[in-house]
């Protein structure tokens, strides 16, 4: 079938999901295997390392992940393209996918509908503009953004292109702890919400010895990995053979979270999940609402910094203590802390009373006093945009098949990233930093505000057509 007719099918099927919404995604469709080819949403997956590969396993049975890409052949591709993972044919076999070094071979693709994204947090805008750009819809992991700026210019791309966007922030699925506890916030069960603590943990460091450099593996293509951010050598003392753990520490793979050059610690790690949902449960994440100003005093570093920056360059560099202190439009104070006594989750504390919601658990007092039929299925409806709850990737490939906004979009995301990264360089310079969010600037604080954008390494800069 031509890419116009399986785009005509796919606005068409709207009208056969849409008589059933009221029941889970699984119910209402074939497995992917027992669907026509024609009928068949095809995904390309790019990074598809630790989390990547997860990802493509949660897709697997929805769509046919056609092809695969991902600059390290061990760690990555070599992981995962032997794994069970791949289009189905009539009979439910694996017809492995194509591989490739290079994501932009999966963008050229007329015959891919759907991108997947795990690449480290440096990598996500770049590749998810050009993604929508070559009309695909989008899954891309959090924290998706590096900076302010790359919220905005994400935000955008999504406003005209008009694809599906899903973020992986995929505790707002969580129907028994995070979705539960929104309709508890939003109900005012537990009053006015006067504090929330989000325990979001600190980052690990690298050790007293630094991390050795070395000429990075030829399998490798470190130049690349870099990105937008600056060259430096490459750093590791791993086992290069090891598939699971190739390089110990180091700047790459998953300790890529711990350099302030690819990330935001745990503020963007753990915080993309707990300041969103917190956010999300007091109405927060709409544009104009959020932070006043965020307080990143009380933080500790696990390298000296000057003016924001490290001066140490061969060991983890984000932030291992601290409790951030960010005022809300809501007149709420919200803390981002490493460590606290209800341990990591989110503690509302309200007029009324005090919850915390953790993955696996949400207790308080209004908790266990809650009636069972307290909410309706149309109450977690309306948190899924209208959509059906069921689980993170089925709403997405729900919103693509039937239209909608998904539960997680970039609208609502780029609002707790504004927090997250506002905690990051409020830390980094030890200060209270002033923020508008109608206009979306730090305010009176030229040097914090130096900190919303990045110079982008020349040949890997974000489009912003």
Known sequence: MSNLNRRSFLKSSASLIAASTAVPFAQTMKPVWAQAPSDRLRMGCIGVGNMGRGDAHGFNGLCDIVALADLDEIYGLGRTVNDGI????????????????????????????????????????????????????????????????????????VEKYGKIFQVGTQQRSQWNEFAKATL???????????????????SPTSGDNPVPAMAAPADFDWNVYQGQTPYTEFLADGDFGDKNNRFGRTRAHDEFRWWYEY?????????????????????????????????????EH?????????????????????????????????????????????????????????????????????????????????????KPFEGHKENFIRC???GGKPVSDVWSH??????????????????????????EQIVGDDQAASFMSREQRKGFEISRD
């Open 86 to 157: 791949g289009k189905k044919n009539d009979k439910g076999e694996t017809i492995t996918p194509d591989t490739y070094k290079d994501y932009r071979n999966i963008l050229e693709r007329d015959d891919i509908d759907v991108v997947m994204i795990a690449t480290p947090d440096h990598w996500h805008v770049k590749i998810a503009v050009e993604a929508l750009q070559a009309g695909k819809h989008v899954f891309c992991q959090k924290p998706l953004t590096l900076t302010l700026e790359e919220n905005k210019i994400i935000r955008k791309a």
């Open 184 to 202: 508890i916030v939003r109900a005012g069960l537990l009053g006015e919400i006067k504090k929330v603590v989000c325990d979001i943990g600190g």
């Open 263 to 299: 990330s935001g610690g745990k503020f963007t790690d753990w915080g993309a999940h707990h300041l969103d949902c917190a956010l999300w449960a007091m109405g927060l994440d709409k544009f104009g609402t959020g932070p006043v100003s965020v307080d990143g005093t009380n933080a």
């Open 302 to 386: 696990p390298v000296p910094f000057k003016d924001g920056y490290p001066t140490v360059k061969d060991r983890y560099n984000t932030a291992t203590k601290f409790d951030i202190v960010l005022q809300l439009t809501n007149g709420a104070e919200m803390h981002a802390v490493n460590e606290s006594s209800d341990g990591n989750g989110i503690l509302f504390e309200g007029t009324k009373g005090r919850m915390h919601v953790s993955r696996g658990r949400c207790k308080g007092k209004v908790v266990e006093e809650l009636a069972k039929d307290a909410f309706s299925v149309d109450d977690f409806n309306a948190l899924y945009n209208g």
């Open 400 to 402: 693509i098949r039937e």
């Open 414 to 439: 780029v609002q707790a990233l504004n927090c997250c990264h506002l905690c990051s360089i409020s830390a980094r310079l030890g200060r209270e930093i002033k923020w508008d969010p109608k206009t």
